[in-house]
Structure formats: structure tokens, C-alpha cells
């Protein structure tokens, strides 16, 4: 569909928890429209949203909990839902309403087929969204301070989980965080949806630390299955730009050759890949370090032994950045089962042994 990454980060903005139900059901009124219509998405009242057609996909919002039509709500006699009716809204609305705005604009300039298919694609999304908010959700147990959550992540870490690499990018925030905790590092990141764009987020991999004492950044990028060549050269490019448009921010820290910047690849398998590359940006040079989950696992385990109060500060950051994420009400509970499921079968070393 020629998705630009600016594109994509707006789709994100739809999954906010706190996105305005109201704007959710124009949007998804239009994109019905657009299934039937080769028409401006942004002209709504050319479709009667005070028909039975809008009625009924406000009654299957599970989200809407105010009396009265949507459109009449936030969008009576709007001509258009353009950037001028959305910064006219009042303040609870209008960040949504912008994100829509700037959505239907976007989609105004895709050729119809292209425009139809996305179009799709987000009614079906959205109309997941409605299931999972009214199922009861089987939610993860919180690991306890006086937990093994070293011995919980190793279970994941074993095998891929088949989660598209939700589980193992909350994984790494996990263990970055624990091995970056103490207060001269600042985290970016974290907790980000496994499709957010690295470069509309602006950082150097799925999740960075920076160093507010030094100049050094260490970033991780994590991966389920094999690292491939492929896929590094892929993340370079990324990096190449978000770097750029940094250069700025960080040469007023420090000159770039000062600057230690760290990639870590986190993946099942590295075999054949170069365990250190190094690659230059300008006069920025990055070292690119590729591991395994195992050996991600022992750096793991040693910070845990250093400290008397390992285990505890460990559990903490695996509560905080990968079972309270997997717990929001918009992970699909496919993932959560496939935690549960993980964890309720023996391990792939004790199988062996």
C-alpha cells in the first residue's frame, strides 16, 4: 500500500487506550463508506451519520458510554473532518480528532484500491478491538519478590514463542531495564508496540538507554527466530537515519567521535552472523553486537548474584515491562496463552538432560 513510516506511526495512535470513543466510531463509519464509495473519506454528512448505518456501529462500540449521536457530539455541520474542525474541538477530543483528520487526509491521497484495502484492514482491526474489550481477559500472574523471574524468562527465552516477537521485545525491555537501572540511565522505548516505527519514535533500536552522565547509548533490538543478514542490514538503515536527525541533540552533549554507541541483537540463533560489527555514520562510529537469548540470560544472571537484592530488583523490571504490558486489554489473549503455555511444559534443557 506504500505505507510511509510517518503513516504507520499515525495508524499506531489508534490503539491508545485512551483514544476518544467517539472519534473511533466516525472513523470507522467512514472506512465503511470507503468500502462502497470512491469518495473524499474526510465528507461525512454526503452519508447520513444519523442513519441507521451510523447507529449501528455506535451500539457496537463497547467503548461509547455517552447518550446522543457521535457525529452530532463532536461534529455537527462540519463540512469536512479536516485539521480545522479537529483543532475546533474541545481539548478531551481534539488529539484524537487530529489523528483522525490527519488519517482520512492521508488516505484521501492513496489511488482507491490502495485506499479500499487499508480501509479494510482498520475495520477489521477495529472490530477486534471491540471483542477483546468485551471478553474477560485470562491475565498473568504477578511475579512475586521472593519469584524466580530469572528462571521465568528463561523458560520464554528458550524457543521462539510465536507471538510475531511481542513477547521476546518485552523480554529484552525486561532485561535492559534491570541491567540499566541505576539512575544515571534514561530509557526510550519501552513498553513500544512490537510494529512501532523506529524512526517515527526516533530511537536506535526497540528499546535505548542513554547515559545522562556519559556520552553512550546502548540500544537492544530484539528478534524471534534467527538473525539474518538480511535483517541487520535492514536495521542499519533505520539507524543511519534516526542517527541523523539526532546529530544535533547529541553533538551538543558531546563531539560525535566521543560519543560510545552500542546495538545489541538479541535472537534465538547468531550462528554465521559477526558477533561485533562496527558501522560508521559521519563521523559517528556504532559497534553492532549480536547474542543470543542464552547468553543474554547470563548477563542476566550475573548482575542478579552481584547484588543482594537482585532477585527482587529483577522482578520488578520483568512485572513492570513485560507481564504488566501483556496484561493490557489490547494484547490478544492468544499471547497470554502462549506465555501459559510455555511456562506449563518442561523446559527444553530439563527435556534434554
Request: glycine share 6%; charged share 25%; with cysteine.
Amino acid at each position: 500500500m506504500g505505507l510511509s513510516d510517518d503513516d504507520i506511526a499515525l495508524i499506531a495512535q489508534l490503539a491508545e487506550p485512551e483514544f476518544e470513543p467517539a472519534v473511533m466510531i466516525l472513523l470507522h463509519f467512514m472506512l465503511t463508506v470507503c468500502e462502497f464509495y470512491d469518495h473524499p473519506l474526510s465528507v461525512m454528512y454526503e452519508f447520513s451519520p444519523r442513519g441507521v448505518a451510523f447507529a449501528s456501529l455506535q451500539e457496537a462500540n463497547p467503548l461509547y458510554g455517552v447518550e446522543g449521536n457521535a457525529a452530532l457530539n463532536i461534529a455537527k455541520g462540519a463540512v469536512a473532518l479536516d485539521a480545522g474542525w479537529a483543532w475546533g474541538r474541545k481539548r478531551k477530543v481534539r488529539g484524537a480528532a487530529l489523528v483522525l483528520a490527519g488519517l482520512l487526509a492521508r488516505m484521501e491521497e492513496m489511488h482507491y484500491p490502495a485506499r479500499r484495502e487499508l480501509a479494510s484492514w482498520l475495520r477489521q482491526w477495529i472490530v477486534r478491538r471491540h471483542l477483546q474489550h468485551q471478553q474477560v481477559p485470562q491475565l498473568l500472574e504477578w511475579v512475586g519478590a521472593q519469584d524466580d523471574a530469572y528462571a521465568l524468562i528463561s523458560r520464554l527465552a528458550e524457543l521462539p514463542t510465536g507471538t510475531y516477537g511481542s513477547v521476546e521485545q518485552r523480554m529484552v525491555d525486561a532485561a535492559g531495564a534491570f541491567l540499566h537501572r541505576t539512575p544515571e540511565w534514561a530509557g526510550r522505548g519501552l513498553r513500544d508496540s512490537v510494529f512501532a516505527s523506529n524512526v517515527s519514535r526516533k530511537k536506535l533500536g526497540d528499546c535505548e538507554f542513554v547515559n545522562r552522565q556519559h556520552a553512550a547509548i546502548c540500544a537492544y533490538e530484539a528478534h524471534a527466530g534467527a538473525l539474518t543478514d538480511a535483517y541487520v542490514r535492514g536495521h542499519e538503515a533505520s539507524f543511519r537515519r534516526v542517527l541523523e536527525g539526532r546529530r544535533e541533540d547529541l553533538e551538543m552533549r558531546a563531539e560525535p567521535a566521543d560519543w560510545s554507541i552500542r546495538v545489541i541483537f538479541v535472537a534465538h540463533q547468531v550462528a554465521g552472523m559477526e558477533p561485533l560489527r562496527q558501522v560508521q555514520v559521519g563521523d559517528f562510529t556504532a559497534d553492532f553486537e549480536m547474542i543470543d537469548y542464552e547468553e543474554l540470560m547470563e548477563r542476566l544472571q550475573l548482575q542478579i548474584a552481584s547484588r543482594p537484592d537482585g532477585r527482587s530488583e529483577f522482578a520488578i523490571a520483568v512485572n513492570s515491562h513485560l507481564v504488566g504490558p501483556l496484561n493490557e486489554s489490547w494484547v490478544p489473549e492468544a499471547i497470554r496463552d502462549r506465555v501459559r503455555e510455555r511456562l506449563s511444559v518442561p523446559s527444553v534443557s530439563s527435556v534434554k538432560g
